[in-house]
């Protein structure tokens, strides 16, 4: 049973940093590619960072020089360091693993599993 649960979230003022956390469980987590998304009110979900099994990193142009993704494959734990926080960060956050592979990592689709989210909240 693959379980994700973010942590992390918060409100914080803008220019603030936040540092999420997705701990996953039930599943080889190395080999996967894990990506975070995130959802504002009235918004499609948005790719925001993914990191492959590698440890290659791809990013949206939103959080390029801003936000990084991290993985620590020993304690299953996916990491997103959240700095210079702007309001339109203002999201749900969302964690997710692709067991399969291919396509576009900022495809919502790729993704097999999800977390239930952690909110963000920048003013």
């Known amino acids: 049973h693959v379980q994700l649960v973010e942590s992390g979230g918060g409100s914080v003022q803008a220019g603030g940093s936040l540092n999420l956390s997705c701990a996953a469980s039930?599943?080889?987590?190395?080999?996967?590619?894990m990506g975070w998304f995130r959802q504002a009110p009235g918004k499609e979900r948005e790719g925001v960072a993914a990191?492959?099994?590698?440890?290659?990193?791809m990013y949206a142009e939103s959080a390029k020089g801003r936000f990084t993704i991290s993985r620590d494959n020993t304690e299953k734990i996916l990491y997103l360091q959240m700095n210079s926080l702007k309001p339109d960060d203002t999201a749900m956050y969302y964690c997710?693993?692709?067991?399969?592979?291919?396509?576009?990592?900022?495809?919502?689709?790729?993704?097999?599993?999800w977390g239930h989210g952690t909110q963000v909240t920048v003013s």
């Open positions: 990191i492959d099994s590698a440890g290659g990193t």
């Open positions: 997710a693993a692709d067991p399969r592979g291919g396509g576009y990592w900022y495809a919502a689709g790729r993704y097999t599993y």
């Open positions: 039930g599943y080889t987590y190395s080999g996967y590619c």
